[in-house]
């Protein structure tokens, strides 16, 4: 996984792209909330749906969040919501200590400012101060569920698929897809050095086209 998130999204997408493999972008729209934007982790996902109701607490939301292994990549599918945040300061802080090592919402967060000091990079669709109690509810947890994409409108991310942050974006990876990139992105990686260092020498485009083969 490391190999991975030392290569970068870009490479990874080009490696899948060699593979005939369309790749799982998600939307740009799902930005950095925080400084910090490289983690890499297996995703555990999370759905919900708008719901009106007069409690005082999301308990699957908690109870989802208390389930979370070390090591995962809370993946947030807000469905249809808008306006209202997925979570703040307190349940991001409990994902923290649970080790989650990134996290990603198609949705809302709020409590920015905390989230930074917190030391946990989350991305998100938008920022809300208003909270989703009453308003948005967690329906079900480690399930396959649909994100907002970059080259379709919507991708599905299946709980354990590899998700790969960095200051491009973020991919998700199926885990039978895995292995073989890992393999092919070590030989990028180092074919695109080699590209570089010849242009940094001052080789052609067309020629480090012909030499290496991508650009």
């Not at 983690?39 to 989802?64: M, N, W």
Request: glycine share 10%.
């Amino acid at each position: 996984m490391k190999d991975l998130l030392a290569a970068g999204t870009a490479v990874v997408a080009d490696v899948l792209d060699s593979m005939g493999v369309e790749p799982t972008v998600l939307a740009p729209t799902i930005r950095p909330v925080t400084s910090e934007t490289r983690f890499v982790g297996p995703a555990y996902t999370i759905v919900g749906e708008s719901h009106q109701s007069t409690a005082t607490g999301d308990r699957p939301k908690l109870a989802a969040i208390d389930a979370m292994p070390p090591g995962v990549v809370p993946v947030w599918s807000g469905g249809d919501i808008t306006g209202v945040c997925c979570f703040g300061d307190l349940l991001a802080e409990a994902m923290k200590q649970r080790g989650c090592v990134g996290v990603v919402v198609d949705g809302g967060v709020r409590d920015v400012s905390y989230l930074e000091q917190l030391g946990m990079p989350v991305r998100a669709r938008y920022r809300s101060p208003a909270q989703a109690i009453g308003r948005w509810r967690v329906t079900a947890t480690e399930e396959t569920v649909r994100v907002r994409g970059a080259l379709s409108e919507w991708v599905t991310i299946d709980p354990g698929d590899l998700i790969v942050s960095d200051e491009d974006g973020v991919i998700a990876l199926k885990s039978s897809h895995v292995p073989r990139v890992c393999e092919e992105v070590r030989a990028w990686s180092g074919t695109e050095t080699q590209s570089r260092e010849a242009i940094r020498n001052g080789a052609s485009l067309l020629s480090a086209l012909d030499q290496f083969g991508h650009l």
